[in-house]
């Protein structure tokens, strides 16, 4: 607030007439900035009021840039998921080429037929398999066989795997035979599986494959146990 000197307020009789002293002026100014006024004294080259609107533009920022990057990492994640998505995908479609042209030079120059319809007079191709895509380079033959009793013909494919990779190949410790405990518990599931499988299957080849499997499975889990055992 500045003092008034204005002529119009001096009246006749005295320049101080029409005019506040100065002492009432300071106190004017005091109560004035004690009520809350808006002080208009500058501090440091920047208003009061401007000093907090600037703060509040850079927490305003802040906030928004920590939204962004919220945003961002969300997006990078769905990112991620949908490479995954697709990788899934494209496995999925090697799987499922049944119709492919891989497929049908594999199944021969003459098209086979898995289904005859009497009701339809007409073939259909129903029985597939679906190999992955690594497996089809190793498919050496591939064809419908002559329907016997059932009204669909068996599908034969040949499979060239080639040789098991080194490490594969699982070998048992013969040293564990010089445990009697040991060659008495294989002994007594030998005979227990022998007995329960006793005419399941007509074919001796997958009994005794079977029998391979279940067995081995013993003694892996046997080591195992004495693995353990020894650790504690």
Do not use: C
Request: glycine share 8%.
């Amino acid at each position: 607030m500045r003092r008034i000197r204005s002529p119009e307020f001096r009246q006749p009789g005295g320049e101080d007439r029409g005019r506040l002293p100065s002492s009432h002026l300071d106190r004017i100014e005091g109560s004035s900035r004690t009520r809350g006024a808006p002080a208009t004294h500058q501090q440091g080259g920047l208003l009061w009021d401007d000093q907090n609107k600037l703060n509040d533009r850079v927490k305003a920022t802040e906030e928004m840039m920590n939204e962004m990057t919220l945003q961002v990492k969300t997006l990078m994640q769905k990112i991620a998921r949908m490479d995954t998505d697709l990788k899934t995908l494209a496995i999925k479609v090697d799987n499922a080429k049944s119709r492919s042209r891989q497929h049908n030079i594999r199944l021969g120059q003459e098209k086979g037929y898995s289904y005859y319809s009497a009701v339809h007079n007409t073939h259909s191709r129903l029985d597939y398999f679906l190999p992955s895509a690594d497996i089809l380079p190793k498919i050496t033959m591939a064809e419908y066989q002559a329907r016997g009793i059932s009204d669909h013909p068996p599908l034969l494919m040949l499979v060239s795997l080639g040789p098991r990779p080194p490490g594969k190949e699982w070998r048992m410790q013969t040293w564990r035979l010089q445990n009697m405990k040991v060659v008495e518990e294989l002994e007594q599931g030998t005979q227990y599986y022998f007995t329960e499988n006793k005419g399941s299957v007509q074919s001796l080849v997958v009994l005794s494959e079977a029998y391979k499997a279940t067995i081995r499975g013993e003694i892996i889990a046997g080591e195992v146990g004495e693995r353990r055992h020894r650790e504690k």
